[in-house]
C-alpha cells in the first residue's frame, strides 16, 4: 500500500530563513506528487503538483519542490519565509491509477516574526 | 461562489445522535471524496465516489454513510455519533485524471 510521511511534525522558523520540508513516499510505480498548504482556520489550497518531465517544479508564493525518483522523495523549499506562510503543509501522492490520494500526517510550520 | 461548498461549518451534536454533512460542488467532476483530519494524523479518507451510482470505502468507513444524490451532491452521515468522531472533515473533488483535489472549507464537528 503507498503511505507518505513528513519528516517534520512542527518546524519553527525565523522570518527570511530558508525552509525545506521532507516528504517520501513508498510507492514503486509512476506517481503525481503534490504540496498542499492549510492556513490556520482555512480548508487545503494546492500549492504545486509534479506528473511528469522537469522535476523541479515551481508553484504559488515562491515555493518550490523537487521530485528525486531514486529516494522517493518530493521537499518542498522557499529560499526566504514569510510570517504569512505560517500553516499545515501536507505532502500527498496519487497513482495515475489508483482511485484516491494519500496524505502525510502534515507539518506545521510557525515562522516568527 | 466556492467551487465546493459544505454545510454546516460547525456542528456540536451529543452522543447518539445522528448527523448529516453536506457537499456540494459547482466544478463539474465526478469524483467525490470524504475525508477527516486530527491533529498528527493527517487527512484519512472515509469514503469516495467515482459517479451516482459508485461508492466506495475508504480506510476509516465504520460508523459513516454516505450518499450520492446527484453528480454534484455528497452527504456524509453520522447514524449515531460517539465522541471520538470529533474531528474536522472535509469534502474533495477531482476530475476523472485525478490530477488534483479541490477541497471544501471543512466542517468542524464536535461530539459530547
Known amino acids: 500500500a503507498q503511505s507518505v510521511s513528513q519528516h517534520n511534525h512542527h518546524v519553527i522558523l525565523s522570518e527570511a530563513a530558508s525552509l525545506e520540508l521532507g516528504c517520501n513516499y513508498s510507492?514503486?510505480?509512476?506517481?503525481?506528487l503534490f504540496w498542499y498548504v492549510q492556513y490556520p482556520g482555512q480548508h487545503l489550497q494546492l500549492l504545486l503538483k509534479y506528473f511528469s518531465g522537469d522535476p523541479l517544479v515551481k508553484g504559488i508564493k515562491g515555493f518550490e519542490a523537487e521530485f528525486i525518483k531514486s529516494k522517493f522523495s518530493f521537499n518542498l523549499r522557499k529560499p526566504s519565509v514569510q510570517w504569512s506562510d505560517t500553516a499545515e503543509y501536507f505532502c500527498?501522492?496519487?497513482?495515475?491509477?489508483?482511485?484516491?490520494?494519500?496524505f502525510g500526517p502534515g507539518t506545521r510550520l510557525s515562522v516568527l516574526p | 461562489d466556492a467551487d465546493v461548498t459544505q454545510t454546516p461549518r460547525n456542528r456540536i451534536t451529543k452522543t447518539g445522535k445522528r448527523i448529516m454533512l453536506e457537499c456540494s460542488q459547482t466544478?463539474?467532476?465526478?469524483?467525490m471524496y470524504w475525508y477527516r483530519q486530527d491533529p498528527g494524523l493527517g487527512l484519512r479518507l472515509i469514503y469516495y465516489s467515482f459517479d451516482v451510482k459508485d461508492i466506495n470505502k475508504g480506510e476509516i468507513s465504520d460508523g459513516y454513510s454516505v450518499s450520492r444524490q446527484a453528480q454534484a451532491k455528497f452527504s456524509l452521515s453520522l447514524e449515531s455519533a460517539i465522541p471520538n468522531q470529533t474531528a474536522l472533515y472535509f469534502c474533495?473533488?477531482?476530475?476523472?485524471?485525478?490530477?488534483?483535489?479541490?477541497f471544501g472549507s471543512g466542517t468542524r464537528l464536535t461530539v459530547v
Open positions: 474533495a473533488t477531482s476530475d476523472a485524471g485525478a490530477r488534483g483535489y479541490t
Open positions: 500527498a501522492v496519487n497513482a495515475p491509477l489508483r482511485q484516491n490520494f494519500v
Open positions: 466544478k463539474g467532476h465526478d469524483r
Open positions: 510507492y514503486g510505480g509512476t506517481v503525481n
